[in-house]
């Protein structure tokens, strides 16, 4: 019972239980970890998203400014998105965008440096529609005469 309750293994079942996506990229960007409702909220299997870039679920038209901060936060080793949320469309295994919201943990190595980034990710599209739909109505009341 005892090693069923250590850190490593209460991490562990964590990790692929919560339903928020969980990744980790290293310093270059390349997938290194995906968790369970990763592959649910992106469609790519763990076998199909390990070993390949961020841009797998970067949209096309993100991807320069998504790298040009993300090689930035390698040099730096600090970014404030390891405290506040940030949201961004994501792109799905089938061409859809999701918007989404993560956060992001720097991960470094035992001196230090950095190895790259986790992140816990939430598949907000839902909301976003809501919210959407709930602003055209306000627009659509307040132009009413």
């Given at each position: ?21 969980v ?16 592959e ?67 991960i ?38």
């Open positions: 019972m005892q090693d069923s309750l250590s850190p490593e293994w209460l991490c562990s079942r964590i990790v692929e239980g919560i339903g928020d996506a990744m980790f990229s290293d310093r270059q960007g390349i997938i290194r970890f995906w968790n369970a409702a990763a649910r909220i992106f469609g790519y299997s763990v076998e199909e998203a390990l070993g390949q870039s961020l841009d797998l679920v970067i949209p096309e038209n993100l991807r320069g400014r998504h790298w040009e901060g993300y090689y930035r936060v390698m040099e730096s080793g600090s970014s404030r998105y390891s405290v506040d949320l940030l949201s961004a469309p994501a792109l799905r295994k089938d061409g859809s965008r999701i918007s989404t919201e993560f956060s992001m943990a720097l470094r190595d035992d001196n230090g440096a950095m190895l790259g980034v986790a992140a816990t990710i939430r598949d907000v599209s839902a909301r976003w529609q809501r919210e959407k739909e709930l602003k055209e109505r306000i627009r659509s009341l307040e132009a009413r005469p």
